[in-house]
């Protein structure tokens, strides 16, 4: 039996703080199912990926808690959990190399296709094939 | 020690970022060196490393044991191979970064440590993928990986909240004896993040576009390497960790996936995508053998990944480079290729033969006949299109213009590794003992938790 999962969002629902996550998560993969734009594709990743790291941060928190820096006016032990923190730290590093991995890829595309519109992209696919194609048989006559 | 597995090709990418030739002529020497201190630390198998001396439950540790020690050795092999056939230097520093966390993929024993490893070879995977000018294959893979990636890193996370440890082993014992359900709901997360690199389908959707492009490395890395490493993480969490299956849906999924990727095959008209498609197959048949969760038939499972992943790169490398060649004028790689391509579809005295062979016999022993009818018809749809492809390169007239029949060839480097993975296929199905028996070992710890979780509980650590 998996947890149940209808349980588990009826929770979510129940913490105003992880309204925002939700929020972005949704509306990334909204973009990317329904976008025919790769640019626009690439920020909704980027979207689902800003949603998941304050998710993150927001299981670290606790209700009353402190940041948590250490100083001689911080309590001890009456902090929020550091650890989400430090690894929403490292996703973030993570997501900005590979949303600028993705830029570095759409420039290309852009480069060689001329349009980043996925229909359109198709189009020029196929004409690119079929000019491949007429060159070879050029090459061949000559 | 084995820390320098991870630590010298990391440290060397970068070092070498200037000197991209430099890196191209370091690439072997490191892998070289990895299989070195691998079998150097073999007596050793069965240690933990604390890295920063900090106790495993708190800190990042290494875990390694026998599992550990052939996907290591296997993957090393395989990348020291890539490393002396690759000619282009651009990917030698992506190799570098890539060698250093399959290493770390498979040595670590850390949720959000794998976690890391994973994105950091999904990051080189894109960049390699772009060979032969293919941003938009790379692009669609990026897409399925970054979104699917983000599923691990919840995953990973809802461990470490109801774990209050990031370590596997703790997290999971704790977990497993707490709330197993969440621990199946974190299997989940886990495993549809790793079936995008297991090219199941529809997560695998993004393959054909990258490997079929006519790029010799990028099929010849993901699928021997990458595949292999995803393969061993993917054991150890749904195995080693989980005493439960997952979904039914998860095994019926994968069971379409083989099939319908052997259609796929079958239907294409151009060599790269039928071998992308029949790629996908196989890597489908592994994960559903894993799935099944019996040692017999995951230890089968495992002679066929290894066997599989050696005929692909001979497949590949000859297809990326020749393309559709003219085996008449090029006899030694043409036999390689055939030799590989009868492996592949498992005609006796191959490798090939022995992994279908051994699968089928478990599968039936375990009363499980749908995947093995699933198996037995896939194998037909894979004879038709290996045939096909065969005659079309052994005896089909390619002419230059000239009228001449093409004569080109691989070069000699490449010519010898092929023949010699084609070989290694060849000896494998004549005395099939010598993997049987490493499979069996690697299957039957695989499914020992009691034992990863004694070296971590005191027994084995350093």
């Known amino acids: 039996m998996l947890y149940d999962l209808s349980e588990m969002f009826r929770e979510a629902l129940s913490v105003p703080y992880y309204y925002l996550p939700l929020f972005l998560v949704s509306v990334g993969i909204y973009g990317i199912v329904s976008q025919r734009n790769l640019f626009k594709q690439l920020v909704s990743l980027g979207l689902i990926d800003t949603g998941v790291n304050i998710l993150i941060i927001s299981l670290g928190y606790i209700q009353g808690m402190e940041a948590p820096i250490y100083s001689a006016v911080t309590p001890i032990a009456k902090f929020v959990d550091p650890l989400p923190q430090a690894l929403v730290l490292t996703a973030i590093v993570i997501g900005v190399g590979v949303l600028g991995l993705g830029a570095t890829l759409l420039i290309k595309i852009h480069e060689r296709y001329g349009t980043l519109e996925l229909d359109e992209l198709k189009f020029s696919k196929e004409h690119q094939r079929w000019q491949e194609i007429m060159d070879d048989e050029g090459d061949v006559g000559v | ?462």
């Open chain 2, 1 to 462: 020690m084995i820390t320098l597995l991870i630590a010298v090709p990391l440290a060397l990418a970068f070092a070498t970022i200037p000197l991209r030739k430099l890196a191209r002529l370091i690439l072997p020497v490191v892998v070289l060196a990895n299989l070195v201190i691998l079998f150097a630390l073999k007596p050793h198998v069965g240690k933990i490393i604390e890295l920063g001396s900090w106790p495993a439950v708190y800190g990042i540790t290494l875990f390694f044991d026998e599992v550990a020690f052939y996907f290591l050795s296997f993957v090393n092999m395989m990348f020291l191979v890539i490393s002396l056939i690759t000619r282009d230097e651009r990917f030698s520093i992506p190799l570098l970064v890539m060698n250093a966390a399959l290493n770390g993929l498979i040595l670590t024993a850390d949720f959000f440590n794998s976690f890391v490893f994973l994105e950091i070879i999904a990051i080189t995977s894109y960049i390699i993928s772009t060979d032969k000018d293919n941003a938009l294959g790379s692009f669609k893979y990026l897409i399925f990986g970054g979104v699917a990636s983000i599923f691990y890193l919840i995953g990973a996370v809802f461990m470490y909240v109801q774990g209050g440890t990031l370590n596997m082993a703790y997290s999971s014992y704790i977990i497993g004896m707490s709330n197993p359900e969440l621990m199946k709901t974190a299997l989940v997360l886990f495993a549809i993040t790793l079936l995008v690199e297991l090219k199941v389908l529809p997560f695998g959707l993004w393959v054909p576009d990258v490997y079929g492009n006519g790029s010799a490395l990028t099929p010849v890395v993901l699928g021997s390497v990458v595949s292999t490493a995803t393969v061993y993480l993917f054991s150890r969490l749904s195995l080693t960790f989980v005493d439960e299956h997952l979904p039914p849906v998860f095994y019926y999924t994968v069971l379409a996936s083989i099939v319908l990727s052997q259609l796929g095959a079958l239907y294409q008209k151009n060599l790269g995508r039928t071998l992308a498609f029949a790629s996908m197959a196989s890597m489908s048949t592994v994960v559903a053998s894993l799935l099944t969760r019996q040692e017999s038939v995951v230890s089968t499972a495992l002679f066929y990944l290894f066997t599989d992943a050696l005929a692909k790169f001979v497949l590949f490398t000859v297809y990326g480079n020749l393309g559709v060649a003219n085996f008449r004028n090029a006899k030694t790689t043409g036999i390689a290729f055939t030799f590989s391509s009868l492996s592949l579809v498992g005609v006796p005295i191959f490798a090939g033969f022995w992994g279908k062979y051994y699968l089928l016999k478990a599968l039936f022993e375990q009363e499980n006949y749908v995947l093995a009818i699933v198996v037995l018809v896939s194998t037909l749809i894979e004879l038709a299109y290996v045939t096909k492809w065969n005659i079309e390169q052994w005896f089909a007239k390619k002419e230059t213009t000239k009228g001449e029949i093409e004569n080109i060839d691989l070069p000699f480097v490449q010519k010898l590794f092929v023949l010699l993975s084609a070989l290694i296929l060849l000896v494998i199905g004549l005395f099939p003992q010598l993997l049987l028996d490493k499979t069996n070992l690697l299957a039957e710890k695989l499914f020992d938790f009691q034992l990863y979780r004694d070296i971590f509980f005191g027994k084995g650590g350093m």
